[in-house]
């Protein structure tokens, strides 16, 4: 399994832009697709988007779609969630996690290495 680690959460106004990083370690960064999940008290474990191995081809939640971007750097082994347009509706923890099985996938179960998630919340 990979160890995750995300960054770059923090505090930030409503309409601005924050870009998460997820590195990775322990493995081989090519054999798993990507994911950022969010934990609100709602929900534990909301998809955010999903990235595949080459990352070519990308998934996102209706709710961020067209405001969030997915992207890696497989020579780095980081992925990325650059988030724009923030809404106070973004405020979560958000996890990066890797998925050795499918070639992109939204569901949670399919995901088996998880980071320890980094804090983004967003004031009106």
């Known amino acids: 399994q990979l160890q995750l680690r995300e960054s770059g959460g923090g505090l930030v106004q409503a309409g601005s832009s924050l870009r998460l990083s997820c590195g990775a370690s322990?493995?081989?960064?090519?054999?798993?697709?990507m994911g950022w999940f969010r934990r609100t008290p709602e929900k534990e474990r909301a998809f955010v988007a999903s990235?595949?191995?080459?990352?070519?081809?990308?998934i996102y939640a209706d709710s961020v779609k067209g405001r969030f971007t997915i992207a890696r750097d497989n020579a780095k082994a980081v992925v990325y969630l650059q988030m724009s347009s923030l809404k106070s509706e973004d405020t979560a923890v958000y996890y990066c996690?890797?998925?050795?099985?499918?070639?992109?996938?939204?569901?949670?179960?399919?995901?088996?290495?998880w980071g320890q998630g980094t804090q983004v919340t967003v004031s009106s």
């Open positions: 990235i595949s191995r080459s990352g070519l081809a990308t």
């Open positions: 996690a890797a998925d050795r099985v499918h070639p992109i996938t939204g569901g949670p179960l399919n995901y088996d290495s």
């Open positions: 322990g493995g081989t960064f090519t054999n798993y697709a």
